[in-house]
Structure formats: C-alpha cells, structure tokens
C-alpha cells in the first residue's frame, strides 16, 4: 500500500516518477534527474520537509545508469522522513544543485563530487573537499582500485 | 649546544654526554600532532590521571620551532603528508619522532587510496607505540624508552646530520 | 578528466583583496585548534570578512574501505568515526543493519545499548566542553573533565574490553554482557563525574571571562541552522528541540524520563549551555535504565545471525557450520537500502546502506553530524574576532574520523 506522502508526490509528478517503495518503512522516491529541483522545492514549500538531512550518491557499475544521487529529507513539522533518488548516467553525470534551496547542500554536493564526480550545475563553489588537487579520478567510483595511492610528496625508501 | 664545536672529540666531551643527555631527555618540549582517535589517549596521558609531566615531558609546545619531540598521533594520509613533513622540517635539533598508535606506525586496518602506510615513509621516527590507540601505559613506557635511546647519544651525533 | 586549476582554491590571492584586508592561514596543525582543519581568513584588521574552511586531512577511507569487508567487520572502523563517542556509532551501525535484515535484538541488549550510547555521550560532552575550557585557559576545568571522563573510560574498559574503540556491538547483539557489579561502578563513576561537573560549572558557567569569550560568538540564527543542516547541540542552542531520541525513539529511549535542553540564543555560550544539561540527562537516563535492566540473553537468537556460543559450536555440526559460515561470509541481509538515524553526541548520525544480498555492504554511508556543522563554520564566524574562532570551533565540537571518515 502506498502512503498519502507518496501518493501526494506521485499526482504531483505523475510523468517524472519512476518508481515508489517503502522498503522497512523508509519511503522512497525515485525520480528523473531533470524534475529533482522542482521535487525538492515542492517538498520543502509545500510539504514541510525543512531539513536536507543529507546528499549522498552510489555507484552501480555496471548497471546503466550508473550513478544514483540519494537525498535524505526531514520534516521537523511532520517529525517524517522521506528519501529521493535519481538515476544519473556515467556519460553525462549532471545534476542540478540543491544548494539555492539548502544553503548545507554546499558541501555534501562537493563531497559527492569529489567522491563520484557528479557535477552539480549551478553549484556556487564546485571543488574538491575530502582529496587534495592533482588528486586524479574520484574514489568511491567502483572502478577505482582500493590501494591506488597518489602521494602529494615522494616517500622515502 | 654551542659547546661541542668549541671542545671537538676530547675527554671532557663524554662527560659533556652525560650532562647535556640527562638535561635533555628530563626536559621533553613536545609537538603534538594530533589527527585522530589517539589524541584521546594522548589527552588522557596529559591529564592528572596518568601525568606525562612525571616523566619530565611536561610541556606541549604548539610551535615546531620550540619542540624536541614530535609526537604524530594518529592517521596520516597523503593530503596531510607534506604538512607532517613540514612541521617536522621546521624543528631545530636535536629532534626525536614518536609515532603514536598503529596507523601512524603503519597504517593500521587503513590499507586503502588515502592513507599513508606508515609515517617512516615521511619522516625518520625513533620511537614506534603500537595499539590502537595505545594505553596511556604503553605511552609512558615509550616515553622512557625514549629517554634510553637519549641518553646513549652523543651529542655529536646529530651536528652533521 | 578535469583540468587541475578548475579546482584550485577560489579568489585567495592577495591581489585582488582591496586595500585593508588579509589574507590569513589558520592551519591544518594550529596551536588552538584539535584536530587538523585548514581555515582561509580574510581579515580586516581583527574582523573576520571571509573564511573558507578546507577539510580533508582526515579523510582515511572509511566508506570505500567498508565496502570490501563484511558488516560484522565495518563495526571496528564505525568505532574511529566519532573516536569521542564510539558505541553510539557501534550501535547505530548495528541498528541500521539489523533494519535491513528486519530483526530486533532482545530487550536486555536493547537496555545494555541504550546505557553504552549514554556514557558515550558523557565522554563527549566531558572532552568537548574540557577542550574547549582549556583552549580559553581554563585549564583546571579540562583537568576535572578529563579526570571525571577516565573513570567513565575505566567503565567502558571494564565492560567492552577497550576504553576508547570498543568495538562492543555486533550485528543482532554485543560482543559480551555487562559486568556483574556494573550497576556499583556505574554509580561510583557518577558520583566522581558529577562532582567533577559541578566543580567545572561553578569555575566557568559564572566566569566573567568564559562568559564574554562564549556569549554572542559564533551566533546563528534558527532559519540559518535548518537551512545548514545542523542537529544536536549546534541545533538545539538555537532553540529547536529537535533530538532523535525524542523524535523517532530508536531502542527504548521512548521508556525513560529525559529532557531536552534547548537554548534560545543560538550562541556558544548556549551550546554550552545545552552540552552541561545533557550530560544530567544522560546520566538520568543510564540510572533509569540500570533500575529497568532486565535479565535475559544479550544477542539475537538466530545463529544465521549472531556467533553461537563456544560450546554449542564445539559439540554441535550445525552450530559449526553457522559459525564457519558467519565468520568467513558474514550476516547477509536481503537485498535493499535502509536509513536509520540515531542521536550521536554531535547531532544525527545516519547509516544509509546498500545491500546486494552479499556478505558486504554495496554502499555504506555515514550521515556526520560534523560535516554540515563545519559546513556552516564560515557563516558563523564571520563578522567576528579571530579570537573568537576558537570557542566557536570548539563549541561546534569538530570531529576529525567522522568529518572526513
């Protein structure tokens, strides 16, 4: 059975949703990437989901598309969790920024891009925060080998 | 010491030995640099309950420049790497190096793309504690084992280093 | 691949600062600061117009190394994310994966988890505020602090075998029961700790100096602090009574009597405020669920799941196999992701995981508390003294392990 919260979204965005479940209870929206910053602008205007908890992203190579950005809102009002998530492509690994919404969306974008690569428009300060510069390649990316180190300084013998 | 310039290798240096080690190694000015979880430990060997300052390492100095040894506790990874190697740089001999805990001394369970395996393969170190993190025991226990391997220095070891 | 310089420091050269301002270094090993954080100043004279805090020195891994161990495995690394505070990380790591397998843990190990996270709390709250005392030359009051969080070290050493990574959960249950006297040593330390806190609290809570060092510093406003993503403390002082154990009572949080303490000023001097109280609270909580401990087993029954006992898997084919099984595989929960959020000492501290039915995680993430805590940094230190970034660093309570994982 599909709750009131998924089913306001769903008549909200009946051509951008893809998909809606309630895994364990945590609800869960899966969007097109395109319709994420309108989503989230509704949810946060209109349902009352104050809080972007957090912003994250997964790998799932090989599957396609590869990337998914995974967003985690609370409602302090409605004391009601909600996850959004969209499909993102490794070809073109754009998303819009959530930061016009949510001033602390700033660094967990620019973590997700340092970690993944996902490049958020409209992003005011995209770089990276947890690698250093020179860093080459994103981490977390499942292609990335657990032990390739790019030292900053020659080490000693 | 300007003195080891003035008197070279005669009799009066081994004696110089003696005094200038005793002095030293009763007179630990440290350079914490704490990254992670074992500035814990490092606070609590600090505090009344285990009391560094019995050993004669009393005084942390958060300054390079006015420190003897440099106690790297914690993780080191690559992006941390040439600041470690700076700080330690920027002492003044004679320094010692204490690596504290197991992931400055090898890496620990971070064998991955961020850490370094090892903080030897930055800098010289003297002294390795393992744990994770050490018990403040084994830090006072590597303190006076710190103070051994002074104490059997000359101080003419380190001029031409 | 992208081009180096599209990732270079934005407009931090000197050039283009107009006349009267600076630029200023602090960092990442600077004498008043724990933990390692670069923060970029631009100054006029001691005004603070400017900063960008750079993080990373820390960064050693965790996620992507957790996605090559079993779950049973990640609960050591979960132990050095918050080092101030372990077992709430423990037992927020357990929950979370025992929501994806869709079990409950029996009501002793509930109890035994709720009294763990607690004194985790203590430790945190003691060490931040003690740290925070001495980085403003209070020295006495770190002295009594850090002595009032040794006897809660010795509590935890004495039931978990480690006094700062414990290790202490596993996934459907904990690693050993409590002590038999527990209950004793607990109401010694107490007595030990909240002396000690009441010595700290006469020594700085009236403290002219302390005072004009933590009122008004570091301010933020409630709107600011939701729009940041602040929780714990940071939130509370603003005057949000948002704290998960209330909100969605994880464990059985929902069967004791505690209060939230909420400030109104959304200043250091409140977080401080906030942190004293709770460590009362906490303290409440623990006696109150040491009268409510019930006796029983501590791990979930099912041997799919947690290690049978020594001398069932000594005497027994299928105990063996199990344990063979859950040693070498680990638990393998259904396909799925869950998020499960638990009250860390520095707000929300979430487990998003993803599973693909292996032994180990797809995907492990740690929602830190500290990273949108130092991610709003900038905004409340503007504006004000250099001086005054070091109480509000040290209110905000900067973890290093679960910043940067």
């Known amino acids: 059975m599909t709750s009131y919260l998924l089913e306001t979204i769903r008549s909200k965005f009946p051509d951008d949703i893809l998909e809606t479940h309630a895994f364990r209870g945590d609800e869960t929206v899966l969007l097109k990437k395109e319709a994420l910053l309108k989503a989230a602008a509704f949810l946060k205007d209109d349902l009352g989901f104050d809080f972007l908890m957090d912003l994250t992203a997964a790998d799932y190579l090989p599957r396609e598309p590869r990337f998914e950005l995974v967003c985690h809102f609370y409602s302090s009002k409605h004391n009601y969790r909600l996850r959004l998530k969209c499909p993102v492509g490794a070809d073109d690994p754009k998303v819009d920024s959530l930061t016009p919404l949510w001033a602390g969306a700033n660094w967990f974008e620019r973590e997700a891009y340092d970690m993944y690569g996902i490049k958020f428009e409209g992003h005011p300060d995209l770089r990276r925060i947890l690698m250093y510069d020179g860093f080459e390649g994103h981490p977390l990316r499942k292609d990335y080998p657990l032990k390739q180190r790019q030292p900053r300084i020659p080490h000693r013998g | ?161 | ?405």
């Open chain 3, 1 to 405: 691949m992208e081009k180096k310089n599209a990732e270079t420091q934005k407009n931090w050269n000197l050039e283009t600062l107009e006349d009267g301002r600076m630029v200023l270094n602090m960092g990442p090993s600077h004498p008043a600061m724990h933990g390692i954080v670069r923060v970029l100043l631009t100054v006029r004279g001691e005004r603070v117009t400017d900063a960008d805090v750079e993080i990373g020195y820390l960064h050693r891994g965790f996620e992507k190394t957790c996605e090559n161990v079993t779950y049973n495995q990640c609960v050591p690394y979960t132990d050095r994310l918050n080092y101030v505070s372990p077992f709430i990380n423990n037992v927020g790591f357990a929950l979370a994966v025992e929501k994806l397998m869709g079990i409950e843990t029996p009501a002793r190990c509930q109890y035994i988890r709720v009294i763990m996270s607690e004194l985790s709390r203590l430790t945190d709250h003691l060490t931040c505020v003690g740290a925070n005392a001495m980085e403003l030359a209070a020295f006495t009051v770190y002295f009594y602090l850090i002595n009032a969080r040794e006897e809660l070290y010795r509590l935890t050493d004495a039931v978990a075998g480690g006094r700062i990574t414990p290790a202490y959960t596993r996934v459907g249950g904990l690693t050993r029961d409590l002590p038999p006297d527990f209950a004793r040593m607990a109401a010694e330390a107490f007595k030990k700790v909240r002396k000690n806190l009441s010595d700290a609290d006469k020594l700085l809570t009236r403290n002219r100096i302390f005072y004009d060092r933590l009122h008004n510093t570091g301010h933020i406003s409630k709107e600011d602090a939701i729009s940041f993503s602040f929780t714990g403390p940071a939130l509370r002082s603003t005057g949000v009574p948002l704290d998960v154990r209330k909100a969605t009572p994880y464990l059985v949080y929902d069967r004791f009597d505690f209060d939230i303490p909420v400030g109104s000023n959304g200043d250091n001097y409140d977080r401080y405020l906030v942190r004293m109280e709770e460590m009362k609270q906490s303290m409440r909580i623990v006696e109150q669920a040491l009268a409510q401990l019930p006796d029983g087993p501590i791990s979930h029954p099912d041997f799919s799941v947690t290690l049978p006992p020594k001398e069932e898997v000594s005497c027994n084919i299928e105990a063996l196999m199990a344990h063979f099984k859950l040693t070498i595989e680990g638990v393998k929960p259904p396909k799925g992701e869950v998020y499960q959020a638990v009250e860390g000492g520095n707000g929300e501290v979430g487990f998003y995981i993803v599973s693909d039915g292996t032994g180990k995680p797809w995907r492990l993430r740690v929602r830190p508390p500290c990273f949108a805590l130092t991610g709003g940094l900038p905004q409340m230190i503007k504006g004000g003294y250099i001086a005054d970034i070091i109480s509000t660093f040290g209110q905000i309570n900067m973890i290093g392990g679960e910043l940067e994982r």
């Open chain 2, 1 to 161: 010491m300007g003195l080891e310039t003035i008197f070279g290798h005669s009799y009066l240096t081994t004696r110089l030995d003696a005094a200038v080690n005793w002095g030293r190694k009763y007179s630990f000015f440290q350079y914490p640099f704490v990254t992670a979880c074992c500035g814990m430990e490092y606070m609590s060997v600090f505090a009344s309950a285990y009391d560094i300052a019995r050993f004669g390492a009393e005084y942390p100095r958060f300054s390079p420049r006015q420190a003897d040894v440099l106690f790297v506790v914690g993780t080191v990874n690559e992006k941390l790497a040439p600041v470690l190697k700076r700080v330690y740089d920027q002492m003044c001999e004679p320094k010692w190096v204490v690596s504290f805990g197991v992931c400055a001394t090898s890496g620990g369970f971070y064998d991955n793309y961020a850490t370094v395996q090892g903080i030897d393969k930055i800098i010289p170190v003297d002294i390795y504690i393992p744990g994770c993190p050490p018990r403040p025991e084994a830090i006072l226990d590597a303190l006076i084992k710190l103070q051994e391997k002074v104490s059997k220095e000359s101080v003419l070891d380190r001029k031409y280093k």
